[in-house]
């Protein structure tokens, strides 16, 4: 089955830097990269994701990239703000083959006013 | 609010006790997944439904566990015999699977606590 792994597990950025948050994955057939955010106490929601047919994908201030000879994709947050502070996990699935979503042990961002 | 939701929210029992969680998923979802989340990890497959029909059950999941969902919309998840170690949050997530699509919508989640 598929294996994804998150790195780094915690992150501390001042306010207004950039954030990175890595995954790898194992499976090649793995095609679809959803990102969530989890805030305390709250339910995972999904942030942004990204096809396999694509490279990049922005949406505001994140945005993700995908290598897909290299199995590794990553969540890019510019400009952070206190409210993105959470834990931020990935995911990895073969959506035209299998049906499992298959998650990263998560990013705990903290953004430091 | 039309999100997934799930109920109880928590869930104290004793060891050997049974449970059972129930989740409603957004109304149009055919596709419906249950997740285990302990602290610092990411959810855990535990099985998934489309429409009515149990398509996958993770290995990791113990005979103990059984889920249904006998008319295609809700669900139920049954933990029968519980023990300390399945304690945990408990997600539900509901998704509509069309042309190859798919974005999951998670609920939020039953905290189970066994003594």
């Known amino acids: 089955g598929e294996n994804v792994e998150q790195h780094p597990s915690t992150l501390s950025v001042q306010e207004g830097d950039s954030a990175v948050i890595k995954c790898t994955y194992s499976?090649?057939?793995?095609?679809?990269f959803p990102w969530y955010k989890q805030e305390l106490g709250k339910r995972p929601q999904l942030i942004i994701d990204?096809?396999?047919?694509?490279g990049e994908k922005k949406d505001q201030r994140i945005a993700v990239t995908l290598n897909k000879t290299a199995k590794h994709f990553s969540l890019h947050i510019t400009e952070t703000q206190p409210e993105d502070s959470a834990v931020y996990f990935c995911a990895a699935t073969p959506l035209n083959t299998g049906n499992q979503f298959y998650f990263g042990t998560g990013t705990s961002l903290t953004v430091i006013p | 609010d039309t999100g997934v939701s799930q109920n109880p929210r928590h869930k104290i029992t004793k060891r050997g006790q049974n449970v059972t969680f129930r989740c409603d998923p957004i109304?149009?979802?055919?596709?419906l997944y249950w997740y285990r989340q302990t602290l610092g990890q990411g959810p855990e497959f535990l099985t998934y439904f489309q429409n009515e029909a149990q398509l996958e059950k993770s290995r990791l999941l113990s005979d103990r566990f059984s889920a249904e969902r006998p008319k295609g919309s809700f669900s139920t998840l049954e933990i029968q015999r519980t023990e300390q170690g399945d304690s945990a949050m408990y997600l539900c997530?509901?998704?509509?699977?069309?042309?190859?699509?798919?974005?999951?919508?998670f609920g939020p989640g039953t905290r189970l606590l066994v003594l």
């Open positions: 499976d090649s057939a793995s095609n679809y």
């Open positions: 109304s149009e979802h055919n596709r």
């Open positions: 997530a509901s998704s509509l699977r069309q042309g190859g699509l798919e974005t999951q919508y």
């Open positions: 990204i096809r396999s047919n694509v």
